[in-house]
């Protein structure tokens, strides 16, 4: 896939050609909107869709509504897809909307300052090619850069290291002793692929997850079925400040681990510590099952280090490993990681965010003009993404008429309210499951402060965004 597009001036640049940036353009299309270009790093669109190609890797939302809702007569094959179908939807949106002549491949964006006597971004690669634009939207996400942990002696193992975000294609576990570290949302699918190939599998657990199964989806009538699943996961997010129903929630879930978990022991080790609600619940019909298999082993103990062929806990515990897979997963709390950005006044955000990543309802930075983020600080959701998504570009589109009708050239979040909606946005996360005592996930900071994950439900993000209020920003 190329781009016709090549001039290094344009109205709108987004950043990233994943959902939330494929979001973003064809709601600009929609408009009549044609001066933009969406750069994107890699070769082809995706994001995490193109990257992700471990065994098993899929969407635990269910299709109906992870999708956009103004896409909704695409054939799935099945009611959870597979990380290829999920590419071939994005490809199908592609060729839909005809967004190839607003595609350009390849540009890895390092820099992005904004001038304020032009009100204009100017975006640059680490090679110094430049692109210059009237309105600036970041559209990365926050599952892009991996994370794999220091551990002693890793250099010096032997065998083959891979990670669930960089996965070689082809690769072969038949007879191998395979070690898996981490139990996330990219473990509970890659092992119980793994282990019906490996000659051993171990997973090796620093905390037990909650996992549920998946619920059984009507494909046949998908905007009734869409309707339901949306409203079953407002219950779920409305139960991260409701202790009561979180309660009924976990006490559901160890009755169901009782049934999957006939073994107390194993049962004891797969019991998680932490309030449900703390981290991300899982779903997966198969991880239970997988972990009683004859050749998985389950170790809770820490790691100590890795030789060139074993892995050492700290209770002296060894075994022979060939094979290591890192789920990690990634680093979210680090917004626009690896871009230098500096708005108004030579404020950078770096500075600004040095307490944590905040947006003014997840989409507008005091101090950064014309800059709109899709996927921001505090919008993620116990629901999908995707909606979120879709206020924030309606947001977006709409803030760009008011420049309009203004005849502004330039638009920004004033400072009262970006820091009272960032206020607000922690003092709601304070007493919420999120932030219950013992409870760490990739949620938080390095200083524990909630920057990915939004208080409410997706239908409270709905209505806190379906309007711009002009009060709220300086246009000059």
Known sequence: MTSTENSTEVRIVIIGAGFAGLCMAVNLLKQGEQNFVVVERAEDIGGVWRDNVYPGAACDIPAVLYSYSFEQDY???EAYPQQKEILGYMLYIVEKYNLKNHLRFGINISTAEFNESTAKWSVGTPEGKRLSCAIL???????????????????????????SAQWPR?????????????????????????????KELTVYQRSAPYVLPKATINMSDALTERARVFGELEKVARSRSDFAMT???QSGFLAYLTDQVPDPVLRSQLTPSYIMGC???????????????????????SIKKITANEILLKDGTKRQ???????????????????????????HLSDAWSQGAEAYLGIAVAGFPNMFLMYGPNTNVAGSIIYMLECQAEFIIKALALMKSKA?????????????????MQDKLS????TAANCQSYSMNAAGRVVTNYPGTSLDYRHATESVDSACFHLS
């Open 279 to 301: 981290k991300r619940t899982l779903f997966s019909n198969h991880w239970y099952p997988a972990l009683q298999r004859g050749n998985v082993h389950l170790e809770t103990e």
């Open 431 to 434: 007493d919420s499951t999120i």
């Open 321 to 347: 490993i060939d094979c290591i897979v890192f789920a990690t997963g990634f680093n979210p709390s680090n917004y626009l990681q690896g871009i230098k950005v500096v708005g108004s006044k030579n404020t």
């Open 137 to 163: 939207i970041p559209a990365i996400g926050i599952f892009n850069h991996p994370v794999t942990p220091s551990i002693e002696g890793i250099a010096e193992f032997e065998g083959a290291v891979l990670h």
């Open 247 to 249: 309660a009924k929630a």
């Open 170 to 198: 082809n690769t072969v576990f038949e007879g191998k002793r395979v070690a898996v570290i981490g139990t996330g949302a990219s473990a509970i699918q890659i092992v119980p692929e793994v282990a019906k190939h490996a």
């Open 75 to 77: 054939p799935w094959s």
């Open 408 to 424: 502004a050239k330039s638009m920004e979040v004033t400072l009262d309210s970006y820091r009272e909606y960032s206020d607000l």
